[in-house]
Structure formats: C-alpha cells, structure tokens
C-alpha cells in the first residue's frame, strides 16, 4: 500500500526537523508540512503526528545544553518545552486552519490492554471532531523504566492501536543505507525491505544526534512492530521543504512491507508490546505444540528469565534463543518456577490452589 492510498498515516518528527543545528526552530519547514498534510485531509486521509521536541525546545527556552541534562531536570525542562512546542504547531497549523490536539503518553497507556483501548478511541473522536493529534512521551512523569525512551517506537505503538496503514519516519537521512551514508561514500540507500529478520541480519547502523534520542537501530525496532501490526512503514529525508509531497512524488526512501496480518486487534496488541516482562524457554516438543496452534504447557518450558506477575507480556524462546512467539501469561514468574516441566495435573499439587492448566494459552499467544 502506497502513501497515496493509506487512509490511517501516522507521521513522526525528530526534534532535529523542528530544530536546526544552531538551535534555530524550523517554522518555514513547519509550515510546509502543515501545507502538506491540509492536502493529505482534503484526499480524506486521517493523519497522527508523533512529535519530539518538547526538551529540545525548553531547552531553548531556558537556553541550557541538553547534553548536560539530568533525568530529574530533563522532566521539568520538557514540562516547560511542551507548551512551546504545542504553541509552535497550533500557531502554524491554525494559519491554514488546521486544528491541532495534544496527546501524551506513558509506556503503559499502550502497554496495558484496557489503556490503549482507551487511547483508541480518543484519537477516534479526535478524527471525528476534525482535529489532528499530536503525541509525544509524557516526559514530565515517565522514569528511565517505564519509558518507550524513543518516539520512534512510540510512533510505531501509535500506529498498531489506531490501525494505521502507514507509518513515517521523517529523518535527517534519505532512508535506510547498507553503511553510515555521513561515514562511507559507498553506502547504498535500501528501498524496499520485505524481511527484515532476513535482509537487515547482519546490519549494524548506529547514529546519535545532539538533539535526537534515536539512532537507525531504533527505526528498526519501529520497523519490526510495523511489519507484524500490518502497517507498513516509511524511512525518508525530512529535511526538505514539503516532505510528505516529496514522498508521493519521488521515491528516494525506504520502504518496509509489512506482513499481510490475519491478527484480530487483541493480538496485534500482543504481538507488538514494547516491554515484555521475561522470557520462558521452551523444548522442541513446546516449540512443535506452538507450531500447530496449541497453548503453552508447564512440561515444555525449561528456563525462566525475568521477573512478572500473573498476565503481562513475556517472550518465549527456543533453546537457540531465538523468540517464536510472545504472550500474556497466566502465572507469575515464581509460580512457573515451581511447575516447569510439570504435568498439568500436578500444578495444583504443587502450587496448592486451583489455577488455569496452561501457561499461556493460544488464546492469548501470537505465534512469530
């Protein structure tokens, strides 16, 4: 699915589109943007921008380093840079009349089903009442562990809950490149990626600005939850004039295909979790039983990794290590200490009450 033909777009900023190398806010590129995206809603697209930037203007604001900020800092220099950067985008978009919203989010607003239900459908009224949403990390609460601590995966969370066809990731580089493109001439722009697990297995793209949080590898991991949510997914240079246009017109980016999903939305939920709590490891035989559509059982596992409680999100492994499918689980992580490799029948034995005979159940188990 092209650009043109998405009806659900969800767009992310880097704080280094809004802010220029001498800490200068882009408002020209800003407003070319919003002009790009009035196109966009008369097409009837639905649009979702995922911005960064609050820090990155409080800190012009206060005109401090960010470099030098302190986590405890950080949040109260995003609570003063938030209302900077909301101002920036109703102050420009309204010039079009444009209708902007604010939406800030924690790591368990997605992470938690009944939350991201909720976050649903509010962006679903704020469609409705013809506004725009504009997201970002709530900076000002979030610590260093329960942080999504990128917005490129945040955007990527954004577009599995709202259903999204097509996700952007506007950089401040052409798109994915077989090497570090402002380190090797030789490096070849990659336009499209099928199968990342695949293609990109031996890549390695490390890339830190000083007003960003995000390298290539962190565009990738967005890639991953895009690719198994249905969405596909867009690398592009941002730092043109009239981005969105320049993509439907040319085709110098990347372009990740997602994989055609058959995943109600409870399990693209549960496919596409940020922060599973731990990791069970599984024998053959589990691995086979998994394979051919059955819950998970206390005899296949082998090993424990982690700490979590009764129903969150856990990866399970094979004894490679590699994951083959993630879940909710239904005990908690001492629990399944005590029953691994035990019959069902014995778990309440062991345990002394009455619990589910399955450790993760299909049901609540998408397989990769």
């Known amino acids: 699915m092209s650009l043109k033909s998405s009806k659900i777009i969800v767009i992310k900023i880097g704080s280094s589109l809004l802010v220029n190398e001498n800490k200068k806010i882009r408002k020209k590129w800003l407003a070319s943007l919003a002009k790009d995206i009035l196109k966009m809603r008369k097409m009837g697209k639905k649009l979702i921008i995922v911005s960064s930037g609050a820090i990155a203007l409080g800190c012009i604001k206060l005109n401090i380093d960010k470099r030098k900020l302190k986590l405890d800092k950080s949040q109260a220099v995003a609570s003063i840079g938030q209302i900077e950067l909301m101002n920036l985008y109703s102050n420009i978009f309204s010039k ?3 209708n902007v919203s604010q939406i800030l989010l924690t790591l368990e607003d997605t992470e938690e089903r009944r939350r991201s239900l909720n976050a649903k459908r509010t962006f679903e009224n704020l469609f409705n009442l013809d506004f725009i949403p504009v997201v970002n990390e709530n900076d000002t609460i979030a610590t260093s562990e329960i942080k999504y601590g990128d917005n490129d995966r945040l955007a990527s969370r954004v577009a599995q809950i709202t259903n999204a066809d097509t996700l952007v990731l506007l950089s401040d580089v052409d798109g994915l490149y077989t090497k570090n493109p ?4 030789n490096a070849r722009l990659i336009k ?3 199968n990342l697990n695949v293609e990109l297995k031996h890549f390695d793209f490390k890339g830190i600005n000083e007003l960003g949080s995000g390298g290539m590898n962190t565009k990738i991991e967005a890639a991953k939850i895009c690719r198994l949510s249905g969405c596909n997914m867009i690398i592009a240079n941002g730092l043109y004039e009239n981005p969105l246009n320049k993509i439907m017109t040319h085709k110098n980016y990347t372009l990740f295909i997602s994989k055609i999903s058959k995943l109600d939305a409870r399990k693209k939920w549960i496919i596409s979790s940020i922060s599973p709590k ?3 490891i599984i024998d053959d035989g589990a691995k086979k039983a998994l394979k051919s559509g059955k819950s998970l059982l206390a005899a296949g596992i082998k090993k424990v990794n982690g700490k979590f409680n009764k129903g ?10 590699n994951e083959c499918a993630r879940g909710l689980c239904s005990f908690s992580s001492q629990e399944v200490l005590k029953i691994l490799g035990h019959q069902s029948k014995e778990i309440e034995k062991i345990l002394g009450y009455t619990t589910k005979s399955e450790v993760v159940h299909k049901d609540d188990m998408v397989e990769i």
């Open 182 to 185: 402002k380190l090797f001439k």
């Open 278 to 280: 731990g990791e069970l």
């Open 192 to 194: 499209k990626v099928e």
């Open 312 to 321: 969150d999100h856990i990866k399970i492994l094979d004894k490679s290590n």
């Open 96 to 98: 079009i009349r444009l």
